[in-house]
């Protein structure tokens, strides 16, 4: 009886490498390692096996067999990762075939680099304004507008240095590519424009910059428990791990308050609040909008003389303003830092009630048109045109010409010649100069 135990490998040994491979990320040529194959057929009752190696990748309910270039394992196996970036980047359109399937061929659009290498973000780094005080005395870092599946977020990138930069906003697309927007939540910091509603209509709100702390020992090492000589004593109810992280450390540092706790639910919240007797409640509105009962009349209806206010957490200051429609008597908006953004309630009493929050809040934004606005915009901004300001925002945000020209519909010449007069003006030479003078206006 023939010895068939050297011409195939066991179930066992089969099953041991596939378990060995689901230890690494898709990411990693060595997932592929342990996924690459060689096809054999059967020929005049004899079986051969044939020369390439060959890879099945699946993505989006769709699988197809990919015949590989090289001749060696590992090199296979670094083909098959490219070929899955790719579809993984542009989608199965993007991939085929050649003749006869005997090579894989990846085909680019625009020869622009897939958003999985550092090639593609590197014209994209920009340097973000009001993130100075989240980091006192450091040197200025890269940040990158990061989009996937319809979100999008800027990604502080830790360092000034371009190449490592650029490294490192690919390395967290793929996180979100790979893993999602919740598994990345939980392993890199984001930037996110925080805005606290005090008034419904004129809609009236302060607004702050915060980054994500999604990193447990890193919050244990830089909290700071609550203030017990603070005035006010406030809850928080929020379900993103990493902003809640963020807002209970930056409201332990706010004059005048200290935050007792943060909830990731409504529920906990409703459930803690009559032992805590909290002076504010602040809760996600997008909370409060998927409630059958809105949460802040639930909140008060436990505590009537409980001040509760909802927020929003947003992309950038912009998207704050695009959420709304419909504010018949106008908005009044105010950007504060971090440690300032109650301000409305700020108050030396004690204690803080719903009655005392609406007399401080009326006062706070009355205020505002009492005093003449003074301007401090620069000299050379008052001569751009609001085109060439328009352009000059999206430069600032981190768009390449091809995209500034398809949002605002014109062509990419015209942004050129735009982009020309805007340097001449303000006696600049770059993007990045330009950028950073438009956001010292």
Same mark, same amino acid.
């Given at each position: 009886?023939?010895?068939?135990?050297?011409?195939?490998? %066991?179930?066992?040994?089969?099953? %041991?490498?596939?378990?060995?491979?689901?230890?690494?990320?898709? $990411?990693?040529?060595?997932?592929?390692?342990?996924?690459?194959?060689?096809?054999?057929?059967?020929?005049? !009752?004899?079986?051969?096996?044939?020369?390439?190696?060959?890879?099945?990748?699946?993505?989006?309910?769709?699988?197809?067999?990919?015949?590989?270039?090289?001749?060696?394992?590992?090199?296979?196996?670094?083909?098959?990762?490219?070929?899955?970036?790719?579809?993984?980047?542009?989608?199965?359109?993007?991939?085929?075939?050649?003749?006869?399937? *005997?090579?894989?061929?990846?085909?680019?659009?625009?020869?622009?680099?897939?958003?999985?290498?550092?090639?593609?973000?590197?014209?994209?780094?920009?340097?973000?304004?009001?993130?100075?005080?989240?980091?006192?005395?450091?040197?200025?870092? /890269? =940040?990158?507008?990061?989009?996937?599946?319809?979100?999008? /977020?800027?990604?502080?990138?830790?360092? $000034?240095?371009?190449?490592?930069?650029?490294?490192?906003?690919?390395?967290?697309?793929?996180?979100?590519?790979?893993?999602?927007?919740?598994?990345?939540?939980?392993?890199?910091?984001?930037?996110?424009?925080?805005?606290? /509603?005090?008034?419904?209509?004129?809609?009236?709100?302060?607004?702050?910059?915060?980054?994500?702390?999604?990193?447990?020992?890193?919050?244990?090492?830089?909290?700071?428990?609550?203030?017990?000589?603070? !005035?006010?004593?406030?809850?928080?109810?929020?379900?993103?791990?990493?902003?809640?992280?963020?807002?209970?450390?930056?409201?332990?540092?706010?004059?005048?308050?200290?935050?007792?706790?943060?909830?990731?639910?409504?529920?906990?919240?409703?459930?803690?609040?009559?032992?805590?007797?909290?002076?504010?409640?602040?809760?996600?509105?997008?909370?409060?909008?998927?409630?059958?009962?809105?949460? @802040?009349?639930?909140?008060?209806?436990?505590?009537?003389?409980?001040?509760?206010?909802?927020?929003?957490?947003?992309?950038?200051?912009?998207?704050?303003?695009?959420? /709304? =429609? !419909?504010?018949?008597?106008?908005?009044?908006?105010?950007?504060?830092?971090?440690?300032?953004?109650?301000?409305?309630?700020? =108050?030396?009493?004690?204690?803080?009630?719903?009655?005392?929050?609406?007399?401080?809040?009326?006062?706070?934004?009355?205020?505002?048109?009492?005093?003449? @606005?003074?301007?401090?915009?620069?000299?050379?901004?008052?001569?751009?045109?609001?085109?060439?300001?328009?352009?000059?925002?999206?430069?600032?945000?981190?768009?390449?010409?091809?995209?500034?020209?398809?949002?605002?519909?014109? %062509?990419?010449?015209?942004?050129?010649?735009?982009? *020309?007069?805007?340097?001449?003006?303000?006696?600049?030479?770059?993007?990045?100069?330009?950028?950073?003078?438009?956001?010292?206006?």
């Amino acid at each position: 009886m023939p010895d068939v135990s050297k011409k195939r490998p %066991s179930r066992n040994a089969a099953n %041991s490498s596939r378990s060995e491979g689901r230890a690494f990320s898709k $990411n990693d040529d060595r997932y592929w390692r342990t996924r690459v194959f060689k096809n054999t057929y059967t020929a005049q !009752g004899k079986r051969f096996q044939v020369r390439r190696w060959c890879v099945k990748i699946q993505h989006a309910l769709r699988r197809r067999t990919f015949s590989l270039t090289p001749a060696n394992r590992t090199e296979a196996a670094r083909e098959a990762l490219g070929i899955y970036q790719t579809i993984l980047t542009h989608g199965w359109a993007h991939t085929e075939v050649a003749a006869g399937g *005997k090579s894989a061929k990846v085909l680019m659009t625009d020869r622009e680099p897939p958003k999985t290498h550092p090639a593609y973000w590197k014209p994209r780094l920009v340097y973000r304004k009001y993130t100075e005080i989240l980091r006192p005395g450091q040197e200025p870092e /890269f =940040s990158a507008r990061i989009q996937h599946e319809g979100i999008s /977020f800027y990604f502080p990138l830790r360092t $000034n240095d371009e190449p490592q930069a650029a490294a490192r906003a690919a390395e967290i697309y793929r996180t979100l590519a790979v893993d999602g927007w919740e598994e990345a939540g939980r392993m890199v910091r984001r930037e996110v424009t925080v805005a606290v /509603f005090w008034w419904d209509n004129p809609l009236a709100y302060t607004y702050t910059t915060v980054f994500t702390q999604p990193n447990e020992a890193e919050n244990a090492a830089s909290e700071v428990r609550p203030n017990a000589d603070a !005035g006010c004593r406030a809850i928080l109810i929020e379900p993103d791990p990493g902003v809640r992280n963020a807002l209970k450390f930056w409201l332990n540092r706010h004059k005048g308050f200290s935050c007792d706790a943060a909830y990731a639910t409504p529920a906990e919240g409703l459930r803690e609040v009559p032992d805590k007797k909290p002076d504010l409640v602040l809760v996600n509105r997008v909370l409060d909008e998927a409630s059958d009962r809105q949460l @802040l009349p639930r909140f008060k209806a436990l505590l009537p003389d409980l001040a509760a206010f909802t927020y929003g957490v947003h992309e950038d200051a912009d998207q704050v303003y695009y959420s /709304f =429609s !419909g504010v018949s008597a106008g908005y009044i908006t105010r950007r504060r830092p971090p440690t300032n953004l109650l301000d409305p309630v700020t =108050s030396p009493a004690s204690s803080l009630s719903s009655r005392q929050a609406a007399h401080l809040i009326r006062n706070y934004f009355q205020n505002f048109f009492s005093v003449p @606005l003074a301007t401090d915009e620069a000299p050379e901004a008052r001569l751009l045109t609001s085109r060439e300001n328009e352009i000059l925002d999206h430069v600032s945000k981190g768009y390449v010409d091809k995209e500034i020209a398809s949002r605002l519909g014109i %062509s990419r010449w015209t942004v050129h010649g735009h982009l *020309k007069n805007i340097y001449e003006k303000l006696g600049v030479h770059t993007r990045t100069e330009a950028a950073v003078k438009y956001l010292q206006k």
